[in-house]
């Protein structure tokens, strides 16, 4: 049976395949991608479309709503950059030491609470991993109130302390749970050589283990920086001066401020905006999708 | 709850960091490197082991510190003192008085809370199914070596790295405008558009838009599991005489499941928190009539602009207990459709 059943398949495979066949898989494979196009510029469009508006006058954007404009300006630039009074730039700084700032918080922190967590041997060492896991779930809006309400106590409203110390206390505990699996797939012999060297759990770390989690931490900065950029609930609550905004805010208070010729100076600062995210798009790829598919993050 | 998920994680990518996940109690078995060492060498001197203990127990706890303090200042006592806040009324400018329950009996009678409550449902329950809809198709046409699969990949993901900024939101009051791109799309075929944002009953499905649109992330990982389906499975399939669509169904959708099982549970949390688009799109209002009221922008306006903190701190339980719950249907109900493959 199994002979005959190897038999008939290896005809099968020898067979060469018939032409009409071929043509026919060749055709399907040119609808297949012709649909995929399609499907892909529609939903790329209105990016584009952003992308183009953004060099038009303001009064053409939606009036002539071609991806050809009639007429190219940089004036939605040059004017929208001071519209609200101060130059862009102050936002953009403002957002690249949040982000800078989280960024660091997150790679120091996690990744000490993280190899505490996958390599030290402790009593609670458990019950730390499950309430990481727990609170990998727990809604931020649980405890935004009581953070707001212990953050103003402190002074701090109108700062960027109330975005940047929690990272420096691991508060993303994704990214805890994230390197503590990274961890545990880097080969036991390296602490155990380290630790025969007369290495303790400090110089272990340091010298071995950190270096080998490259991936992780590359991982945690790409989603991080991203996370960071875009957020807007939390700089929403806390910054309170025009001059303390994150990009992200500064935007949302141009919406508020919009008139019909304004459209165009708010494409363009929000081409702006994405500029950052974008490079990451094309430079980290790689990283990101790879950060997905492992970790289901966004 | 976490241990299955990571279950169905695991499937997705054995190569892939993450899913080398073992169970904290299989790790704890293999021990750590130092502790086996200190274990032959106890056995030379019986208190070494102890001592190596003790000293990795110090040692953890400075590696844990910045957590420790995270967990208890910025994460547990802040979920107490909400869970506290949630039975008083708290205005900031006098200390909270003790109301016991008319929180929630305010809630009851909340005409503004059931919008919220009907809006972020519809939302979840119907844009989250969609868009892993599309995600899974898109998934299965690009799988199985078809040519330029990177860049498709990357296209189709795109908008997910950008649907939850400002700016896309910003786009997105445009497109769905009076003069939008949507109504010159439909003037070409002839109908008529419409103001979509400002009518109650067409606003919220241009957020649901919003989200199908970021299908990319649930794609990108089922693309991922999708790989993972051993070939000789579909040559058994087809050795037995089981036609394409027969493999899809017998083979394709039950190993897929633990994925699909994944991306429902992931992107129905998400969802239910939704906030900056809706935020941005009514101006922060939930507007026209509450129909974008998303469930956050409510807690949101009462929480930071009323400054009903004991009522906000209340509305955010109830958020947090409804998103528990689902959670926990969504795993019960996991037990008749999804297929973990060892049973």
Not at chain 1, 118 to 133: G, H, N
Not at chain 2, 202 to 221: C, D, E, K, R
């Amino acid at each position: 049976m199994a002979t005959m059943l190897a038999e008939s398949r290896a005809r099968r495979a020898s067979r060469p395949p018939s032409s009409s066949h071929v043509v026919r898989r060749r055709r399907n494979a040119v609808f297949k991608h012709a649909g995929l196009w399609v499907f892909m510029i529609a939903m790329i469009y209105p990016l584009i479309w952003m992308g183009v508006s953004s060099f038009k006058p303001g009064n053409l954007v939606l009036s002539e709503p071609g991806l050809i404009p009639s007429e190219v300006t940089l004036e939605n630039f040059t004017e929208g950059w001071n519209v609200l009074n101060r130059p862009f730039s102050v936002f953009f700084v403002n957002s690249l030491i949040v982000t800078v700032g989280s960024i660091v918080g997150n790679l120091f922190s996690c990744s000490l609470a993280a190899y505490a967590l996958a390599r030290l041997q402790f009593k609670a060492r458990k019950v730390y991993f499950a309430i990481t896991l727990a609170s990998v779930m727990l809604p931020m809006h649980v405890l935004v109130i009581p953070q707001y309400i212990f953050f103003s106590e402190l002074g701090w409203v109108n700062t960027y302390f109330p975005l940047l110390i929690p990272k420096f206390l691991a508060t993303d505990a994704f990214f805890v749970f994230l390197m503590v699996q990274f961890i545990r797939t880097i080969p036991r012999d390296l602490d155990r050589a380290a630790w025969i060297d007369g290495a303790g759990p400090f110089l272990t770390f340091w010298h071995v283990i950190l270096p080998l989690m490259r991936p992780a931490l590359v991982t945690t900065t790409i989603f991080t920086f991203i996370w960071t950029w875009n957020d807007f609930f939390t700089p929403l609550i806390y910054l309170t001066s025009v001059d303390m905004y994150t990009v992200p805010v500064a935007l949302s208070s141009m919406v508020d401020s919009e008139t019909q010729s304004g459209i165009g100076m708010l494409f363009a600062m929000s081409l702006l905006s994405l500029i950052p995210v974008m490079l990451f798009f094309v430079f980290a790829q790689r990283y990101l999708i790879r950060g997905i598919a492992t970790t289901g993050l966004k | 709850m976490a241990r299955r998920i990571r279950h169905g994680a695991g499937v997705r990518d054995a190569s892939a960091p993450a899913s080398a996940a073992s169970d904290p109690d299989d790790a704890a078995s293999s021990g750590n490197p130092t502790a086996e060492s200190s274990g032959t060498r106890a056995a030379a001197s019986g208190s070494g082991r102890k001592f190596h203990l003790r000293r990795q127990g110090r040692a953890a706890h400075v590696f844990l510190l910045p957590w420790l303090l995270g967990f208890g200042l910025v994460t547990s006592v802040p979920l107490f003192a909400s869970l506290y806040l949630a039975f008083t009324d708290y205005n900031v400018l006098s200390s909270p008085r003790f109301t016991g329950l008319s929180n929630f009996e305010r809630m009851l009678s909340d005409d503004r809370f059931w919008a919220a409550v009907s809006v972020t449902a519809r939302y979840v329950f119907i844009s989250v199914p969609l868009q892993l809809g599309f995600a899974l198709l898109l998934a299965l046409i690009l799988d199985r070596g078809l040519r330029g699969l990177a860049f498709y990949r990357g296209a189709f993901y795109l908008p997910s790295l950008l649907g939850s900024s400002v700016a896309v939101a910003i786009l997105w009051r445009e497109i769905f405008g009076h003069d939008g791109l949507v109504n010159d799309a439909l003037a070409w075929f002839g109908i008529e558009g419409q103001s979509w944002l400002q009518n109650p009953s067409t606003a919220l499905s241009t957020l649901m838009v919003l989200n199908v649109w970021t299908f990319g992330s649930p794609m990108v990982i089922f693309l991922a599991g999708l790989r993972q389906i051993p070939e000789d499975l579909y040559e058994a399939a087809r050795v037995d005489g089981a036609s394409k669509i027969r493999q899809f169904t017998h083979v394709t959708i039950p190993l897929l499941t633990p994925i699909i099982f994944f991306n429902l549970i992931l992107q129905t949390i998400g969802s239910f928190q939704a906030f900056t688009q809706a935020h941005i799109i009514s101006g922060g209002t939930g507007g026209p009539v509450d129909s974008t009221l998303f469930y956050t922008l409510y807690l949101y306006q009462q929480g930071f602009n009323s400054f009903n903190m004991g009522y906000a701190s209340a509305l955010a339980w109830v958020l947090m207990l409804a998103i528990a719950v689902v959670t926990a249907i969504h795993f019960f109900l996991s037990k008749y459709w999804v297929f973990y493959g060892d049973d």
